[in-house]
């Protein structure tokens, strides 16, 4: 690993907002709100071991480490959930008799309202397939598990990898462009911040101008 890899997790803080992101790894900037804490204990529930076992047909992981360090990509991180599920057709796993076939499945709060899935979770659980089928030597499929319609969604790796390819190449390119400049740039035109959890770290909110502290200051009167 070196300062040029990229944890899969940043991809999104990225995507939501470049600033966000260069807050986080120039500033090393955090703080939490609901959202982010709703999140997170998705997440926990999902990497505490009760979501893996083995049965006949498949053996189910969670919170796997997986990397692809060829130079075009050069990731890392975590998997939520990995199935390993019995096949023929399927590639030998280290230390597990028999063939598999790779699923990823990647847990998230909520789904949107049309039904689908979002394209910034799409291009996560992309990367996350880059560096599962490097590990794995295989074409791993991938899904998508929204917590509240409690369904699973299949990301259409098959037939868009090319499409998919080029836009994650591009955004690593762009997120190690940043952070060599070592500069937090300005927030977006119509970038959307309610939601962010930096909003008091990245645009902190100043004191009124008054007069009267300004004399007092000078007085050297300290105020309240």
């Known amino acids: 690993m070196n300062d040029r890899t990229i944890n899969i997790r940043n991809i999104q803080h990225f995507l939501y907002c470049p600033r966000r992101y260069a807050l986080l790894e120039l500033n090393s900037d955090w703080a939490e709100n609901a959202f982010v804490v709703k999140a997170d204990i998705l997440h926990q529930h999902v990497h505490d071991g009760s979501h893996s076992f083995s049965d006949s047909k498949k053996i189910v992981r969670s919170n796997i480490a997986i990397y692809n360090d060829l130079p075009q990509y050069d990731l890392y991180g975590m998997t939520d959930c990995v199935e390993f599920v019995r096949s023929s057709q399927g590639v030998s796993i280290p230390g597990c008799s028999g063939k598999y076939a ?47 319609t409690k369904k699973r969604v299949r990301l259409p790796f098959d037939s868009e990898y090319a499409a998919y390819d080029s836009l994650l190449q591009r955004l690593l390119q762009d ?4 952070l060599e400049q070592k500069q937090i ?24 101008y008054c007069v009267r502290d300004l004399i007092l200051s000078q007085k050297g009167v300290e105020q309240e």
Request: hydrophobic content about 30%; proline content about 8%; glycine content about 6%.
């Open 102 to 148: 790779v699923r990823l499945v990647e847990y998230k709060p909520k789904a949107p309202k049309d039904g689908g899935f979002r394209e910034t979770d799409a291009i996560q659980v992309f990367a996350q397939k880059v560096c599962a089928d490097f590990v794995w030597h295989c074409s791993s499929e991938a899904y998508l598990y929204y917590a509240d």
């Open 175 to 178: 997120m190690r462009t940043l």
């Open 185 to 208: 740039p300005p927030r977006k035109k119509g970038q959307k911040c309610s939601g962010c959890s930096l909003t008091d770290l990245c645009f902190p909110k100043e004191k009124p």
